[in-house]
């Protein structure tokens, strides 16, 4: 059994379907805050993520702070939070500096610099589990290819091109890995020798 699950444990998917990857949602929640400061769950989930690291507490006392100060929304309670404990201080400053950057950069250009300000691929590295390291590190890498892509990279806004990233269904290559067992369809295997 044990070597079962070994092996099991090795196996990777032929194509990755890039919305379903976490990493990814994490991304684009972060673009989607940009487009639209007021998706407090969003906000919420880009702050989560390994990008910011917020823990469950200091978002309640987000949620506590918008609510006691009658605040309209999350974003504008971590902007007026001068005293933020350090993730959501980082978080604060990096948004407001997106959300100018938003205005006048493509949306692709403003996910590398996301990716690029935001140290993303570091903090991807240290927190995500060792055997998942590669595919999330990949996915990053795969979504700001495809950003570029995306209908030529010609999307208008970062509203429009969040909602194009969640409406269709973008997948990758997965990564290979040399020691896992590739499962494919018999169209993913021609040209392969035996």
């Known amino acids: 059994f044990a070597r079962q699950v070994k092996a099991i444990d090795r196996m990777a998917a032929e194509e990755l379907r890039l919305g379903s990857l976490i990493e990814v949602s994490d991304l684009v929640a972060v673009l989607d805050v940009l487009a639209s400061p007021g998706h407090d769950l969003s906000l919420a989930q880009a702050l989560k993520s390994p990008l910011f690291g917020a823990g ?17 929304g999350w974003w ?44 993303v691929m570091a903090r991807l590295a240290a927190a995500v589990p060792v055997e998942r390291r590669v595919a999330a590190l990949a996915a990053v890498q795969a979504l700001l290819a495809l950003s570029l892509s995306l209908d030529g990279g010609r999307r208008a806004s970062v509203y429009t091109f969040v909602r194009a990233l969640r409406q269709r269904a973008l ?17 993913g295997v021609k040209g392969l020798e035996a």
């Open 56 to 72: 469950d507490a200091q978002l309640l006392a987000l949620a506590q702070r918008a609510a006691s100060h009658s605040i309209a």
């Open 76 to 119: 504008h309670a971590l902007q007026q939070w001068r005293d933020a404990p350090p993730p959501l201080a980082r978080a604060r400053d990096l948004l407001a500096r997106w959300a100018d950057d938003a205005r006048w950069l493509p949306p692709h250009d403003l996910l590398d610099r996301v990716v690029d300000q935001g140290d």
């Open 171 to 187: 997948s990758v290559r997965a990564p290979a890995r040399s020691d896992a067992v590739q499962l494919l369809t018999v169209h």
